[in-house]
């Protein structure tokens, strides 16, 4: 990852300033602090260095120096900041608050984190952090929340095969809460998912066995079991800690396919498998049921083609943010899982 230019820091902790004014919890500072930073990282006190989340600990002893007048010990830029407008999280490690900021209208992902915990936090009240308060700043075009900073390190791969049962219950008592629905694959991704898919095929050189059996699956067109999702349940959105979890980052939380959220996990576990069969005991074999449906399998597939489809969008801003190395990974691992999962040979 690239070092964030200074004048990035200047603006990022101006928007934490404008935050902390607006704010009725967050005490306000009237010293300068002077914040090192380095990388997508910025911090003024040990505190703050320490706060920041593992995979993200920044080269020391850092690059370069901002001050500013605001409480927040650390800062984390987004891994994706190629925006016009600065996406962050900010860190108060004495009361345990974190804020995350960010722009977008309606598809902001501050916005959609508050919406989901409203729904989840009566059903599953410990599977997602505290909000305290949310808001906006600059004209309502930035909003964010304060939320509660959880003590724990990313699930590992090999933690994952453990996790999965207890994850996928807790989610299955949120699904149940709010309900579940049934729709289309195509009122799921829309009309154009099977273009895009043809796309993605020409560009990585797809053999033909598996974009075969791609296209039959996608040609039935069956049920889907729709409900509150996370969106984006990787291993380093799961925090372990005292033989607890809890997820975070809930930007991408929305009402989609429930067996969508075990496909990023999936690509991770060695034995598929014996995963699956513990992913529908967990939802208690209500996903793919119904003779119109799509099987769990299925539908864990068609959610790792989606992700696949949009590989062009994807490795554009990858090549921005020079990520181009880690996407092409995770599409290998993809790639794989998809094959057993068609059991494509």
């Not at 959105?237 to 429930?258: H, M, Q, R, T, Y």
Request: glycine share 6%; aromatic share 6%; net charge positive.
């Amino acid at each position: 990852m690239p070092n964030i230019k200074p004048e990035r820091w200047v603006t990022a902790l101006q928007r934490v300033s404008e935050i902390e004014r607006k704010s009725s919890i967050l005490k306000r500072r009237f010293r300068r602090q002077k914040f090192t930073f380095s990388r997508r990282s910025a911090w003024a006190t040990p505190a703050g260095l320490a706060v920041l989340p593992a995979d993200q600990q920044p080269e020391l002893p850092g690059l370069g120096h901002v001050h500013k007048r605001i409480s927040a010990e650390s800062i984390l830029i987004g891994k994706f900041d190629v925006e016009t407008e600065v996406r962050l999280r900010a860190f108060y490690p004495e009361n345990n608050l974190s804020v995350r900021y960010q722009t977008g209208g309606d598809r902001n992902g501050v916005i959609r984190t508050v919406k989901a915990h409203n729904l989840v936090h009566p059903h599953a009240p410990n599977l997602m952090p505290a909000v305290f308060e949310h808001g906006t700043i600059r004209d309502n075009t930035g909003a964010y929340l304060i939320e509660a900073t959880l003590q724990g390190e990313p699930a590992t791969r090999q933690q994952l095969q453990e996790l999965i049962p207890p994850l996928a219950a807790q989610l299955h008592h949120v699904h149940q809460g709010v309900g579940i629905k049934s729709k289309s694959l195509v009122n799921v991704v829309g009309t154009g998912y099977q273009w895009r898919w043809k796309k993605f095929v020409r560009a990585i050189e797809l053999e033909p066995r598996t974009d075969k059996a791609v296209q039959e699956l996608i040609a039935r067109n069956e049920q889907l079991e729709v409900s509150l999702t996370h969106g984006d349940l990787v291993g380093s959105n799961i925090l372990v800690s005292d033989n607890d979890f809890v997820l975070v980052d809930w930007e991408f939380a929305g009402f989609k396919p429930v067996a969508f959220d075990m496909a990023k996990l999936i690509i991770n576990v060695s034995d598929v498998e014996s995963t699956l069969e513990q992913i529908q005991r967990s939802f208690n074999g209500s996903v793919g049921a119904e003779h119109s449906h799509y099987s769990l399998r299925e539908q864990i597939a068609l959610a790792i083609v989606l992700t696949l489809s949009w590989y062009s969008n994807h490795a554009a801003k990858a090549a921005i943010a020079r990520r181009m190395n880690a996407l092409n990974r995770q599409t290998t691992k993809r790639v794989n899982a998809l094959k057993q999962l068609l059991r494509v040979r």
